[in-house]
């Protein structure tokens, strides 16, 4: 991940806001949830290099790996926790990070806790003697006590936290999740945090097999950036390029925006090429060039990143046809009824659901997307004219490719050249009645049959009125963040209006305070963000921006 820049300023405070007010007394576990490459571990990270003076903190990432690896690294994490609280606290935040990442063996780490925590010792010794007797559950049972016992041993309330915890389920413990549950039911003086790269198996797991324990859980969505963190990184980073295209970096942090991991390949890689070719130029042709390398090549680091994404699929039933579901969607399809239009619907809503399963499509309402850019864009690409006819060489995948990224480069400078409330009229004219969720609210977009801006005196945004078939829509678009002014000054104008409106839409792609957020939901207020303008922007804008060039 980029280890210079902390690229999500605003989480990490809000994350040591929470595990300091667990210190005063007051607990939020936490689960972070959020795609692959997104930056969880790295936050994770920045929690661990900033912790309170003194706070026991075990983290403990969960590979797929043996049952036996597991239960030894849990053992060293929970050692290593109790050292570091019971010795000096690390001078600086990449000295925490660095012993962060530090290995040392089980029984070195049981040597030196047994002086000055020889209960927490004693109950990882027995976690060893259970593992010999290939006792799984029994094993992973006490390793979960060791972490009690740390915190009793310590006199001090601790921070346990599970990277990617679902993969707890493949490791052979019986009922793992039920034995995680209660002990977030039963120890207050322990605040978990969960990170899981599915979100959607994710918040199933914590409803389920947590039981009640969903609401006692902040559901930590990880998405956009800051957008100027984000420039100044690149522009570091790309520095030797002085005479830089004004608009491929914005439009860089636009198309790859929440995925830091993504960038820093792509950014690395036109850093090389530019030095390989002696130039000094971000040019459109060295971006495409740096774009074959990593996501058109075999070789490529996204290439393998998005082959390993699809690898589940291979030991599923459904997989076969989840890969061709997934190749329609990606090429502009948003319906189960318009896949199965292209596909046949034999098997369809298994193949979408196991899409889902693995965090390949996302469902809002009715309509389906591939949420990942880069994923989208290689399976339209190169894994469509893969599974095409033969025929085909590498140029014109190649040309394939570039023709979708200089596709998506000039619909960006299209958009980027109107106002957001021009955009926003767009999109609603491109609506065709269908069932959406958004902000965790479902509705039908009706086709609009008439759509006018209304001026208000003293107000900053603007006003919509969009209408279809007698039913009135009322928006506010908001080029600001939205405060609690702005939201009395729409449910005013809504008030106002003859007929009464039957949904009030407040557009915020900059966001609202927390007392905006409160009012807004009282007003029954459906609030389109960033994200949610994403979605419809994928949903009604993939096909006819990119051009013929996204449909096989």
């Known amino acids: 991940m980029i280890a210079d820049m902390n690229l999500r300023p605003a989480l990490t405070t809000h994350l040591l806001q929470r595990v300091r007010a667990f210190q005063e007394g007051f607990r939020h576990n936490l689960a972070l949830l959020g795609p692959p490459g997104i930056g969880k571990t790295f936050q994770l990270q920045q929690v661990m290099g900033q912790l309170p003076e003194g706070m026991a903190a075990i983290y403990c990432p969960v590979y797929r790996e043996s049952s036996r690896s597991f239960l030894t690294r849990l053992s060293s994490a929970i050692l290593q926790a109790g050292l570091d609280a019971c010795g000096p606290r690390p001078a600086s935040l990449a000295a925490g990070i660095e012993r962060l990442g530090a290995e040392r063996s089980l029984e070195t780490l049981l040597t030196a806790a047994q002086p000055c925590l020889p209960k927490t010792a004693d109950a990882l010794r027995h976690v060893e003697r259970l593992l010999n007797r290939r006792a799984l559950a029994d094993a992973f049972s006490s390793a979960l006590d060791a972490v009690a016992q740390l915190n009793l041993e310590l006199r001090r309330p601790g921070l346990f936290i599970l990277d990617e915890f679902l ?180 098997g369809l809503a298994q193949a979408l659901e196991t899409l889902s399963d693995y965090d390949l499509a996302q469902r809002t309402g009715t309509c389906w997307i591939v949420p990942d850019p880069v994923l989208r864009c290689w399976v339209s690409t190169v894994l469509s004219m893969h599974r095409a006819e033969a025929g085909w060489n590498p140029e014109q995948l190649r040309e394939r490719l570039a023709e979708y990224l200089r596709g998506l480069w000039r619909a960006w400078i299209e958009r980027s050249q109107r106002t957001l409330t021009e955009h926003v009229t767009e999109l609603l004219t491109s609506f065709e009645d269908e069932l959406v969720c958004l902000d965790e609210k479902t509705g039908r977009l009706p086709q609009f049959e008439r759509i006018e801006p209304q001026s208000e005196p003293g107000y900053s945004g603007t006003f919509l009125l969009a209408e279809a078939e007698g039913r009135r829509w009322c928006y506010a678009i908001a080029d600001e963040p939205v405060t609690e002014e702005g939201i009395v000054r729409f449910e005013t104008f809504c008030r106002s209006r003859q007929p009464k409106p039957v949904r009030k839409v407040l557009v915020a792609s900059q966001g609202l305070d927390e007392n905006a957020k409160v009012l807004a939901k009282a007003s029954n207020m459906w609030v389109w963000g960033a994200r949610e303008l994403d979605v419809l922007r994928t949903l009604y804008h993939s096909t006819h921006e990119l051009g013929a060039h996204a449909t096989r």
């Open 167 to 346: 993969f707890l389920e493949d490791l052979g413990f019986s009922h793992a999740f039920n034995e995680l549950g209660k002990r977030v039911m039963t120890w207050p003086s322990t605040q978990f945090v969960l990170a899981s790269s599915s979100p959607v198996r994710a918040r199933r797991i914590l409803r389920e097999r947590f039981q009640l324990l969903f609401g006692q859980f902040e559901l930590i969505t990880v998405d956009s950036l800051d957008a100027s963190r984000v420039n100044t990184w690149m522009q570091w980073e790309l520095r030797p390029l002085c005479g830089s295209n004004e608009t491929l970096m914005p439009f860089l942090n636009w198309w790859l925006g929440p995925y830091p991991w993504y960038l820093h390949v792509l950014v690395r890689r036109l850093r090389e090429q530019a030095a390989l070719r002696q130039v000094t130029e971000l040019s459109e042709g060295l971006f495409l060039r740096a774009a074959w390398d990593v996501l058109g090549s075999a070789d490529g680091p996204l290439y393998q990143w998005c082959v390993r994404r699809l690898e589940p699929l291979e030991h599923v039933v459904a997989g076969g046809r989840a890969v061709e579901a997934l190749l329609q969607l990606a090429e502009g399809a948003r319906t189960a009824t318009a896949v199965g239009q292209r596909i046949g619907r034999g």
